[in-house]
């Protein structure tokens, strides 16, 4: 917000909701971990690909949630896990067929 003149800027507002998404994000994620007694959990995509500030806040939100229950990692080389789990999802069926 600039002090000078009181207005939003509009950088202000996309961080306000970058945060909000990644502070719903990690607790989904927590609560989903703990339901189903995970103890890793992985983020990926582009919503945190090099995306130092959202890495940032989830990493910490997620943190303030799991209380070291529960360990927020990201990956590195992601780029090719969405084509690679249709590849498996698609050798799964045919194997079922």
């Given amino acids: ?5 009181n207005k939003i800027e509009q950088e202000d507002v996309a ?3 970058v945060s909000m998404i990644s502070f719903n994000i990690s607790q989904i994620s927590y609560l989903s971990c703990k339901l189903h007694d995970v103890k890793k959990v992985y983020f990926v995509g582009n919503f945190v690909h090099g995306h130092n500030f959202t890495m940032d806040i ?3 939100s997620f943190e303030y949630w799991a209380k070291q229950e ?6 590195t080389h992601d780029g090719y896990l969405g084509a690679i ?3 498996i999802n ?3 069926k045919s194997i079922e067929e």
């Avoid at 917000?1 to 003149?5: D, E, G, N």
Wanted: glycine residues 4%; charged residues 15%.
């Fill in 1 to 5: 917000m600039s002090l000078k003149t």
């Fill in 15 to 17: 961080s306000s909701i």
């Fill in 58 to 60: 989830l990493t910490r």
């Fill in 70 to 75: 529960v360990k927020c990692m990201y990956m």
């Fill in 85 to 87: 789990g249709a590849l």
């Fill in 90 to 92: 698609t050798q799964t």
